[in-house]
């Protein structure tokens, strides 16, 4: 009888356990990107630079379907990418360093650097780069770069102006970048009319990686120009 009363009582255990729902992983943003047909496009941003306004930028893939959000409320909050359905596929917070972000995602140290450094813009400029490089890293290595095109006019300008042009150069280009993965370049930002990014790349991690460096630089247009 002891016997009978144990089997029946696991009986009822394993019928509980099969109703309880099973905890979902957050998604993983190379994922969604993968099967976004190789191009992103991140919307524009509907404010002035410097204001404290809260953001919601739909991301779409190349048929132009919504597959991410951009959300941006402040400085301190960071960037937040999610899911059509409000699914958080990536918290990123203000890093050590200013004009950084950095997360963990996929069980990895995400760090995106942006290169504002005197050293490193010097060194942009001399090459004739009206931007600085923008870097992410995942656990210290990199996984994708936005690089901007050199200008001819970028050294004179600085030079003639007694590097005052440095503080205003930055705006009057196009902002096109090529994205770089180990040097290589394996696809590109476009900006159109609207003042959205397209990135087109055929690695997908540079892709996504390259996404993330220019949220970098979405939120540092937002909230960093004050």
């Known amino acids: 009888k002891k016997s009978i009363l144990v089997q029946t009582h696991t009986s009822k255990m394993d019928k509980t356990s099969a109703i309880l729902p099973?905890?979902?992983a957050s998604p993983q943003l190379q994922d969604v990107v993968a099967n976004a047909g190789g191009?992103?496009?991140?919307?524009?941003?509907?404010?002035?630079?410097?204001?404290?306004?809260?953001?919601?930028?739909?991301?779409?893939?190349?048929?132009?379907?919504?597959i991410l959000q951009l959300h941006m409320m402040s400085w301190d909050s960071g960037v937040f990418l999610r899911m059509p359905d409000?699914?958080?596929?990536?918290?990123?917070?203000?890093?050590?360093?200013?004009g950084s972000l950095?997360?963990?995602?996929?069980?990895?140290?995400?760090?995106i650097l942006y290169g504002n450094s005197i050293s490193a813009t010097c060194s942009d400029l001399v090459q004739g780069k009206p931007l600085?490089?923008?870097?992410?890293?995942?656990?210290?290595?990199?996984?994708?770069?936005?690089?901007?095109?050199t200008h001819w006019w970028v050294v004179p300008v600085v030079t003639f102006s007694a590097c005052i042009g440095v503080c205003c150069i930055h705006c009057h280009q196009n902002?096109?970048?090529?994205?770089?993965?180990?040097?290589?370049?394996?696809?590109?930002?476009t900006t159109t009319e609207r003042?959205?990014?397209?990135?087109?790349?055929?690695?997908?991690?540079?892709?996504?990686?390259?996404?993330?460096?220019?949220?970098l630089n979405r939120w540092l247009w937002a909230y960093g120009l004050a």
């Open 195 to 215: 003042k959205e990014n397209v990135l087109t790349a055929s690695d997908h991690g540079a892709l996504s990686g390259a996404l993330l460096c220019q949220c």
């Open 175 to 189: 902002h096109d970048m090529q994205i770089k993965r180990n040097d290589a370049v394996v696809g590109n930002l």
């Open 102 to 111: 950095e997360g963990t995602h996929g069980g990895k140290l995400i760090k």
């Open 39 to 66: 191009s992103v496009t991140l919307g524009r941003n509907y404010m002035k630079p410097g204001s404290e306004s809260e953001q919601l930028i739909s991301i779409t893939d190349a048929s132009g379907a919504a």
């Open 22 to 24: 099973t905890p979902s």
């Open 132 to 149: 600085n490089d923008v870097w992410l890293l995942e656990d210290g290595s990199e996984v994708a770069r936005l690089v901007a095109h």
């Open 86 to 98: 409000g699914t958080e596929v990536m918290k990123l917070v203000p890093g050590a360093e200013y």
